[in-house]
């Protein structure tokens, strides 16, 4: 896959792409990763990139022609996206990163200051993204952000095929419990199952871990996520652990959904 970064401030991506998987993905081919300084696109003498705002009002926004100029410059095919980080944009999910994923190249813009002129947002993105309802200085971060996420799941990078497919998120769920030696720590021992070396039995536990902690952390997933009458069948016992009687149901099928959206929305006015 290649990744084409437009940014202000190209220096700020090189120890983190330099490292780690990102550094074993591109040695090995897999990915290959640009950045793009936005200045080498402006065409005065000063090189500048912003201007201010029509109309009044503080700070600076970024100006088309270095933004088109350099994306021209990429010849990037019809149906490269060309994504924005901007906190107006789509929140990033997994579900977002698999969709940039199955692309062969993508273009990452890096807003900075005020934001872009209008016109690139209208007649150049084809896609904005916010990694969060919060303001950073910039979009370098975010892009970082996004890159990581993508380049995981392209197979090959990571170094289990399948170590993506057991993420928080790829299975709608988020992540179970994890353990590594010592099987004892200051009393605290692995659970029994994990170091029975039954694959079923583990795989049914991390499977209930997974669904435990999705449903006392984000239980809003369950509303989407895939569940088998066993995994619904486990949650009607964790709704029961709840103490209240309007919890201690029988849940099959669509009641199930009708409990979590319950639950959900209960979560929610309670905060």
């Given at each position: ?123 150049l993105i ?9 303001v950073l ?14 380049a995981r ?119």
């Amino acid at each position: 896959m290649k990744v084409h970064i437009l940014t202000l401030f190209p220096e700020m991506f090189a120890s983190y792409f330099g490292e780690s998987m990102l550094k074993r993905a591109q040695e090995a081919g897999l990915v290959h990763i640009t950045t793009h300084n936005i200045r080498d696109y402006a065409t005065d003498k000063h090189r500048t990139t912003d201007d201010t705002t029509y109309g009044g009002g503080a700070g600076m926004v970024l100006k088309p022609e270095p933004l088109f100029a350099a994306v021209a410059a990429l010849h990037p095919t019809p149906t490269t996206p060309i994504i924005l980080l901007t906190p107006q944009g789509r929140p990033f999910s997994h579900a977002v990163a698999q969709e940039l994923a199955a692309h062969e190249e993508m273009v990452l813009v890096c807003g900075r200051y005020e934001g872009v002129d209008e016109r690139v947002r209208e007649h150049l993105i084809t896609a904005e993204i916010s990694i969060g309802d919060y303001v950073l200085t910039g979009g370098e971060l975010a892009a970082m952000v996004v890159v990581d996420a993508v380049a995981r799941l392209i197979p090959g990078v990571l170094g289990a095929e399948t170590a993506a497919d057991d993420d928080s998120y790829a299975t709608g769920l988020l992540e179970g419990a994890q353990y590594t030696r010592p099987e004892i720590f200051q009393g605290w021992a692995v659970p029994a199952v994990l170091r029975s070396g039954h694959g079923a039995n583990i795989g049914r536990w991390r499977r209930e871990q997974a669904l435990r902690r999705t449903w006392q952390r984000r239980p809003e997933l369950l509303l989407t996520a895939v569940l088998t009458e066993e995994d619904k069948r486990f949650l009607a016992v964790l709704a029961g652990e709840g103490g209240s009687e309007k919890w201690k149901v029988k849940v099959k099928g669509e009641k199930c959904r009708r409990l979590l959206t319950y639950f959900y929305f209960s979560l929610l006015t309670f905060y």
